[in-house]
């Protein structure tokens, strides 16, 4: 078979993407071009846009011709699009919900799922902090009327921090006010320009933004915030998939993860 015919279409040739186009859910940065037989695609959680793009670049210089495609969203949009049957051949997502449907789905390899990092939520506001706000407490006063997190639904950071503040009693308080994101790095953005009075994110996203945004408490999770990849369950899987998720767990990816602040698992 020529390598012509070896290449995949893109989705939007694809019937069964039709749906999720129209919903506005498909978030593939490799949508501009055919995904082709030598791309290994890596569909991860927003929060590892830096990290998994080193890694990926990392990776292809030990593995010349081998290009990393990444894919950044929400992991619960991520994880239906595998679900539904999209090219990807490794799946990483923020937390346990999101992989635990796609393993149920069958839609991914059960058996080389490993957790591969770990992170912590935190408090944060704009540098200047206009509200005075110093802890989950504050977000109860009268002044303080938009506060920013994921969407619980499909967003982890949503989910962990919702689990997080029924805990403490705080939960009401900040639903009330809630501006809601599709991601964490759109939180992570509305805080930065100031559009919210707070917001709650992954701590690896507040470094990314020190210069805009400042934390003022971390979050006590009612579950570790634990990070599992594992293969994607189809035909055409890459090769090196598997290689590549060795890499993610070995001391040199680790090293790379820890440079953007997250810790072993």
């Known amino acids: 078979m020529k ?3 070896l290449a995949l279409q893109t989705f939007t040739k694809q019937k069964r993407w039709r749906g999720l186009w129209a919903a506005g859910t498909l978030a593939f940065s ?9 791309d290994l695609v890596v569909s991860a959680a927003s929060s590892l ?9 990392s990776f292809e210089k030990q593995h010349p011709g081998t290009q990393v495609l990444n894919s950044f969203a929400a992991s619960d949009i991520l994880m239906r699009q595998v679900v539904n049957g999209a090219p990807v051949d490794v799946f990483a997502s923020a937390d346990q919900h999101a ?8 839609a991914v390899v059960a058996s080389t799922r490993r957790d591969f990092a770990q ?4 408090l944060i506001v704009p540098n200047d902090n206009p509200k005075k706000i110093e802890g989950l407490a504050d977000l109860a006063k009268k002044d303080v009327t938009r506060i920013a997190y994921g969407n619980p639904a499909t967003v982890p950071v949503g989910r962990y921090t919702q689990g997080a503040l029924e805990k403490s009693g705080n939960w009401s308080a900040v639903e009330s006010r809630q501006v809601l994101g599709q991601n964490v790095r759109q939180v992570l953005d509305y805080v930065a ?3 919210v009075d707070a917001g709650f994110v992954f701590a690896t996203d507040a470094a990314i933004q020190s210069d805009k945004v400042q934390v003022v408490q971390t979050l006590e999770t009612t579950v570790p915030v634990l990070y599992p990849l594992a293969l994607v369950e189809r035909q055409d899987r890459h090769p090196l998939a598997q290689d590549y998720l060795n890499y993610v767990l070995s001391d040199e990816g680790q090293a790379i993860l820890a440079n953007y602040g997250f810790d072993k698992p």
Not at 99 to 106: G, R
């Open 193 to 195: 320009r100031g559009e």
């Open 119 to 122: 992170n912590a939520v935190v």
């Open 3 to 5: 390598d012509k015919e």
């Open 99 to 106: 992989m635990d449907k796609a393993v149920a789905a069958n």
């Open 49 to 57: 846009s830096n990290a998994f793009k080193e890694l990926g670049e």
């Open 30 to 38: 490799v949508l501009s071009a055919p995904v082709v037989a030598a």
